[in-house]
């Protein structure tokens, strides 16, 4: 087994629900001797889908990480893998797993090419700057065309794809790769699950298309290396395959290119040349740049680690898991090494976290670790007060690595326990199930007693349920799904005062804050190096002792929970900035809960002052349908107050994108079916909130 970090590779498995991803994901467990039976999705046997709603639904549903060995040329690697999500409901875990990876192979379908989760996920991948092998699956389907999905992967993903294989033959006559790099063909014995693997020449029906494809690719990978391409204008076929390997991992590091790899892992072909594709172009952990951060203490000072062994300790948590022994809470180890028993830092919030255990683990199963160095992604037992995005390092050396964003949940729906016993119960277990999945949130209205929990998506919230009542036995009742508005503010409002003053007899309360409030958006909010948490920035700005600092935590968290409650429509407030500018207090009466109402009054007024208004989530709607059907589709959009931003016409079937508020799609896939005689599907995901109109507006705040 590979121990130094330059035959580490640490990737991740993603694509569009139902491209094979998980199905590949089994394959490569078994090619690498991690399994000695595959399982197989559609019978529920899945190694990485090992969760009951996953081998029930045959989706994947939560990030499942393993740890598998690979030879390549007499060099033994490893891989650490992380098979994600495809549904857009758990959009979150694929988030959060490339947040840590330093690689990724992006699957896709080989008669849909990119489809609109492939879309999502690449940009994910763009926002973390991970390189990517791209693989076109299922190339046994009838009606396959690696052409056309490569093109669409150039096209719709805007990606410079370098094809370095080709298949044999699509649908029934597919029979193999051809590997350009190598100018070889390669066949799968599907008797013995692919395990043999014959090399031949390439068939002579087919040596003129693979010397255009590679004339492509060798053109392609010159233009990445300077020196590679006065070798290609004197002479193309001296060009070695090691050289183009050498131009292609360049390029692929840099993430100025794409090489795309084909077959079909149902039927047992190509796995292990895209096996040898992670070794040869995706970056071991050395090859990324250090990883960047800020010092605790001064969040201005910018700080680096990097990728060794040798430098202080820093890793970033992207998961917490319920576990019968304690949370296993995930970690990334950047630098350093992290021991059994260390005591460790969270900077986020200062404090003091011991890892009693350390694991490397293979989807649920785990191997006891006595320590992990940089490189590694382990899970450990012990952290009490860590979630999701927060960092570990070593006390003596802090630093607070970049933390993950998660989108705002868009859909909501009230539960009520059945029982005074399940009433008890149901405040704790949508706290542990806070900590797991950020894109969860729960809120709970003193005036009506109802509890509301808000995700991604009908699906997800089902997924919670069936949680709450399976696995923690917290007997509920649930309301129908709703829609989860969101409040803004439309302009400025200065110096606002908020005064809380109370006498009754000895003792009172003082406390007065004066604040300014303005729109801000995170991307705003990053470019200022300013801390927005739900959708709210909160800047200090008082000096000159006139509110003695003590009492600014109060204020802030007054502010804080008047904007989770909102002001018009009891929705939460996002995308305000509120500056703290002016205060006063009294050396007898003021307290934290008299500075925690005054912010609290200072910040409703100033929103008020600025100007409220409601934000709807909007959702990218993509329709597949038969193009007869075209007119009755987008007819049905524009009435649901829809905009159709993209229609393509593939074959005798028309892929319409859309915009679509939430609040008007309720329903729709019933109503899709019946206007398209079943022929029709649909898929959606969040694409933003925006503005809703006024007489729209009103109606939803007198309902609220």
Known sequence: MATDLSRVRNIGICAHIDAGKTTVSERVLYYTGRIYKMGEVHEGTATMDFDPDEQTRGITINSAATSCPWTLDGQDYKINLIDTPGHVDFTVEVERSLRVLDGAVAVFDGKEGVEAQSETVWRQADRYNVPRLCFVNKMDKLGANFEYSFNSIKQRLGANAIAVQIPI????EFKGIIDLVRMRAFYFETTDMG???????????MKDMAELWRHDMVEKAAELDDTLTEKYISDEHSITEDEIRTALRKG?????????YCGSALRYIGVQRLLDGVIHYLPDPTECPPVEGTDPRDIHTKLTRPHSPEAPFSGLVFKVVADTHG????????????????????PSNNKREVISRLYEMHAKDRTALDVAVAGQIVAVIGPKNSFTGDTLCDADDPIVLERMTFPEP????????NTADDKKKLGEALQTI?????????????ETGETIISGMGELHLEIIQTRLTRDMKVGVKVGRPRVSYRETITGTAADVRGKFVKQTGGRGQYGDAVVTVSPITPEEAAAEELKMIDGIVFVDKISGGVIPREFI??????VRQAAASGVIGGYPMINVKVELVFGSYHDVDSSQVAFEQAGALAFRQACTKAGLALLEPIMKLVVTTPDEFFGNVSGDIASRRG???????????RLITAEVPLAELFGYTTTLRSMTQGRATSTMEPAEYRLMPDRLKDEVIQKA
Do not use: H, W
């Open 327 to 346: 949370d296993l809470t995930y970690v990334r180890i950047y630098s350093g090494k992290l021991e059994k028993g260390a005591r460790v830092l969270n």
């Open 643 to 653: 905009m159709i931003i993209d229609s393509e016409l593939r074959g005798p079937v």
């Open 410 to 417: 868009v859909i909501s729906m009230s539960i009520e326990p």
């Open 169 to 172: 033959g699509s649908g029934d």
């Open 195 to 205: 395990s043999t693997v014959e090399e031949r020449d390439i068939p002579d029906d």
């Open 252 to 260: 692929t590091i840099a993430r100025d290119c794409f090489p795309v």
């Open 434 to 446: 806070r900590r797991q999945d950020p894109s969860f949130r729960s809120t709970y209205n003193d």
């Open 553 to 558: 935590p109060s204020i802030e968290y007054g």
